[in-house]
């Protein structure tokens, strides 16, 4: 491709928009242009680099058994209604009607598709195991788009499902999958790390995140580097703290006045955080976004309440849940902000943290304003509705797998992979005959990978401040050959003669012909992070042009052949 004849416009400033390195050198390099929020295109070099990496993941897809699909964005309201997501999907759901009144929604993603074709499709147990994939447009309505391609309303999507016999069956199929991912985000060129994830309602080790690691990605993962433990923070387990022998002490209500956190009060009564106990308070919504409860969550005082733990042990829907007015939650169930404790509470539901009960003579808010209760003990003065881990594991804590410190990083999730068992199965009633002509229950998996979301995590993993550097397997061009000055007649040919060559060798090249500055030119190379650069220039005369890699600072002055050869080999090693 002739850079003159090309669609590029690139921007020397910042968008003012973009914080994000991956989001401001997308939008620079020209490679995706913002429609409204959440909303993007992708112009002639962007929409190269993503089908590189669709093509990567068809690839890896198709050789784990996989077959492609290509399911429609639209979906009726009934299949939803029918799984029992219509209700609880919440606002993200991007919900449309069509000119009857009939419900649509725009899919955020596919299982509900996936299985009406196969309780429609499959009868025998011969038909099984199947894995069906796609790679399509989703919709979400996010709450907060940004960061561009990374958390956006529309992205591409590659969706697999698989459908097999039994249990076993699924976990073959997901071992399949998670082999694929491996090696589908190393083609990718990224640094990731599969960790445990949070499965919700299903529970169990049934699901895994890929995380591409980035200071900037919104996953926080903790990890052990004396075992292989390595989860989201949401599904870290926590060790309990060891249960205390103390004797329990009269219970005692003490004036602390003004002592709203836990800091004022710990430093008011000369007690360490550790002795006290933390009230967090929650009203609750049903499926019409009315109330219908409070909730008195209590960890540990200087531990952090883990909302996706919470979420799960009260089994409802992370949105249906919101921080609650005090005051009104108040005159209900008798709590005072900042001195609420569980002790005289009612009315609400309390989720006491596991190790609570095992500790003697810990501090609480005594529900009246500038008192709390010292000499608080489970059983004797107060009782959960639910006592299970609600707390996050913190960077230091043991961990739970062989004690050692964790250490925290943050990271992109690019790709999740789920044992779903036969949650979709059930309720929407899809079953095969086994080799009695007995009807059973599908198990299935799914496993989605957010292939904008991957563009961006590239980026965010590969550039310097002058721009992008890409891995040679999704660089939109492999090479690109600038020419110094395109009115000199042996530069031009020179130039001709590499670009034919390097072309007619299945090397994907750019040929900055345009009437430019060299210095415009170098920036814009640089920018645009093509992983081969040959400059033709004054040399030419002598059949000498210049041979750099985008990734290495060294430029060397090589033979025009050399440079030829020097290029198709590297880009045959590693596109
Ligand atoms: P997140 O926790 O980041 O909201 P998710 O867990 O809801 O993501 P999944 O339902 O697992 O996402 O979707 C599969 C993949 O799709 C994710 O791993 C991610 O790479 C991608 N993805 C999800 N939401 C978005 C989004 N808003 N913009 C871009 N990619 C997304
Ligand atoms: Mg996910």
Sequence with gaps: MRLSKMHLKTLREVPNEAEIPSHILL???????????????????????????????????????????????????????????????????????????????????????????????????????????????????????????????????????????????LDKSYEDMYAAYDRIFTRCGLTFRPVEADSGAIGGSNSHEFTALSEVGESEIAYCEACDMAATVERAACVDAAASSEPELPMEEVHTPGTKTIEEVAGFLGLSQEQTMKALLFVTYDDEGKENGYVAAFVRGDRELNMTKLVNALDIPEHSIEFADEEKMGAVTGCVGGFTGPVGLHDCRIVVDSELP??????????????????????RD???????????????????????????ARGIE????????????????AVYKDENQKDQLIVMGCYGIGVT???????????????????????????????????????????????????????????????????????????????????????????????????????????????????????????
């Design 453 to 575: 979301r991957t563009l961006a995590a590239v980026v965010e993993q590969h550039h310097d401040e002058n721009g992008i550097i890409w891995p040679m397997a999704i660089a939109p061009y492999h090479a690109i050959i600038t020419v110094m000055k395109p009115d000199d007649e042996t530069q031009i040919q020179v130039a001709e003669q590499i670009y034919q060559e390097l072309g007619g060798a299945g090397v994907e090249v750019l040929l900055d012909d345009r009437k430019e500055r060299p210095g415009v030119k170098f920036k814009d190379a640089d920018l645009l992070g093509i992983p081969v650069r040959i400059t033709v220039g004054r040399g030419a005369a002598q059949g000498l042009v210049e041979y750099k890699l985008r990734r290495d600072a060294e430029k060397e002055e090589v033979s025009v052949e050399e440079g030829i050869a020097r290029a198709i080999e590297i880009v045959n090693k590693e596109k």
């Design 414 to 429: 690019v790709g999740q992979v789920f044992k779903l068992g036969t949650k979709y199965s059930q309720s929407m009633g």
């Design 27 to 169: 939008l620079r390099t020209g490679m995706i242009r913002k429609l409204v929020s959440g909303v993007y295109g992708f112009m002639p070099l962007g929409w190269r680099s993503i089908r590189k990496i669709e093509d990567i993941i068809r690839q890896e897809m198709d050789r784990s058994g996989g077959q492609e699909i290509h399911m429609s964005a639209v979906q009726p309201a009934e299949l939803w209604e029918e799984s029992g997501r219509w209700s609880v999907y919440g606002p993200e759901l991007w919900r449309l009607k069509d000119r009857h009144g009939r419900e649509f929604c725009l899919g955020p993603t596919h299982e509900e598709i996936f299985t009406d074709i196969v309780r429609s499709d499959i009868s025998s147990y011969r038909q099984l195991p199947m894995n069906l994939y796609q790679i399509q447009t989703k919709y979400r309505d996010e709450a907060r788009p940004r960061f561009g391609l990374m958390r956006s309303r529309e992205f591409i999507m590659k969706d697999a499902y698989s459908f097999d016999l039994d249990q076993e069956g």
């Design 382 to 408: 107060y009782k959960g509705d639910i006592v299970t881990d609600i707390k996050v594991l913190k960077e230091g804590d043991p961990c739970p797998v062989c004690g050692a410190p964790v250490k925290h």
């Design 358 to 379: 095992g500790l003697k003579n810990l501090c609480a808010g005594a529900c009246k304003v500038d008192h709390h209760l010292k000499n608080v003990n489970y059983g």
